[in-house]
């Protein structure tokens, strides 16, 4: 019989290296923190495979989920002292919405999106969610409203996912404490404090722009620098490669060395239908990057030589050449790099494993739909690309797109 020891103290105060001292507010955020499922981002790091470029990238989602917690409690504090009315039992729902807003990323997050589990992890966090609703007898029905969009009050929903919200305030300052990129610090505390609610939406205090203006370019800065590092994405397209070769080796019949739960999905189909599946919610429960990591190790050694020679190239960081931007994968060069490896005897499937072309995109600030809205002193509101003379914030508007191309070193 197992043994389940529970603490009669909730209110439990950690020591995070970003913010210091954190304070868990509720009894609520504790029992979610202690659920199994929360538990599970302990091992699940938030960067994936950025360690490979800053060896200090090794915190996990649990720390950015704690970190945005963190931030949210400071904002709704902040609005109250506005005279913005917020209930207690909105506070709460809010707090646990941002505590669950990444519950469902698996192990290296969006590579395990696009390869062997193709849904969204948006749509997986919202089955935990009423998983744990079920669990805690309805006490989430509130919180997972907010998360959605469907609850009255927009602006709380616009604290867990907007343009500037917790989510993003936390990582770009806790990615940029664990890599040392300092172009990733944010005056968050300035940034909090200038926050306000006009009709219902969440909006800048005036006094604010200049924060508001360092904050998109250190995130522009940071997707080049960390989330889209050149190093990083080619790492990131080794693993799909091998994850897709796992994938198809077992669709043929091949019983590959895994982890029970891995080998579940690497045997199966699934999509977001699946989710209402029980069994399917409590396997992806039990993977985290361990599961891949030493199933990566296993395939080291595995009778397959594509899987074999993708494995052992990301086990020890054997990471393929990059070309990165329009200048470098020029049409003309990618042929004549095809046209080598031919020569050099790599057949059509070596060749499409050991390759790929592709791109990525930096939007640091997207101009309609969901801006970042400036309260001047007369009342009037502005789109932050309006309301700032900064020419960056202007420029920063248009999507970036820089193609790339991988291929084994020579």
Request: net charge neutral; proline share 2%; charged share 25%.
């Amino acid at each position: 019989m197992a043994i389940v020891f529970h603490s009669k103290n909730k209110r439990k105060i950690l020591n995070d290296p970003v913010y210091g001292f954190v304070t868990i507010p509720n009894d609520l955020i504790f029992d979610l923190i202690e659920n199994k499922f929360f538990q599970r981002l302990r091992r699940i790091k938030q960067l994936g495979l950025s360690n490979l470029v800053y060896p200090g990238a090794l915190h996990t989602r649990f720390h950015h989920c704690i970190g945005a917690m963190n931030l949210m409690d400071q904002s709704l504090n902040i609005l109250e002292r506005k005279g913005i009315k917020i209930s207690q039992e909105e506070k709460e729902a809010a707090l646990a919405a941002i505590i669950l807003h990444d519950i469902g990323h698996g192990p290296f997050s969006h590579t395990l999106e696009n390869t062997m589990i193709k849904i969204p992890h948006e749509q997986i966090s919202i089955a935990f969610m009423k998983r744990l609703n079920e669990e805690f007898n309805g006490k989430l029905s509130l919180a997972i409203s907010i998360f959605l969009n469907e609850y009255h009050k927009k602006f709380l929903h616009q604290l867990i996912s907007s343009q500037l919200d917790v989510d993003r305030l936390d990582y770009l300052r806790r990615d940029s404490f664990y890599t040392g990129v300092s172009e990733g610090i944010i005056s968050y505390e300035r940034i909090i404090n200038m926050l306000n609610v006009h009709n219902n939406e969440l909006v800048v205090e005036e006094k604010g722009i200049y924060s508001i203006e360092k904050f998109i370019v250190a995130r522009r800065l940071m997707y080049w620098q960390v989330y889209l590092h050149k190093t990083t994405v080619a790492a990131d397209e080794i693993l799909k490669k091998a994850l897709k070769r796992a994938k198809e080796l077992s669709n043929i019949g091949h019983d590959l060395p895994a982890s029970t739960s891995f080998k579940f999905f690497l045997e199966n189909n699934f999509d977001a239908s699946s989710l209402s599946n029980t069994n399917v919610v409590e396997k992806f429960a039990l993977l985290d990057d361990s599961d891949v990591i030493s199933a990566l190790k296993e395939w080291t050694i595995y009778d397959d030589d594509i899987l074999k020679t993708l494995s052992i190239n990301m086990i020890n960081r054997k990471l393929p050449h990059i070309l990165f931007g329009e200048q470098q994968c020029t049409d003309k060069v990618v042929d004549n790099i095809l046209n080598e490896l031919k020569e050099q005897g790599f057949n059509k499937k070596e060749i499409a494993y050991y390759t790929s072309l592709g791109s990525v995109e930096n939007e640091a600030y997207k101009h309609s739909g969901n801006e970042i809205k400036i309260l001047r002193k007369n009342g009037d509101i502005e789109d932050i690309a309006e309301a700032s003379d900064n020419y960056n914030i202007h420029a920063l508007k248009d999507t970036v797109k820089k193609p790339f191309f991988i291929f084994p070193r020579r």
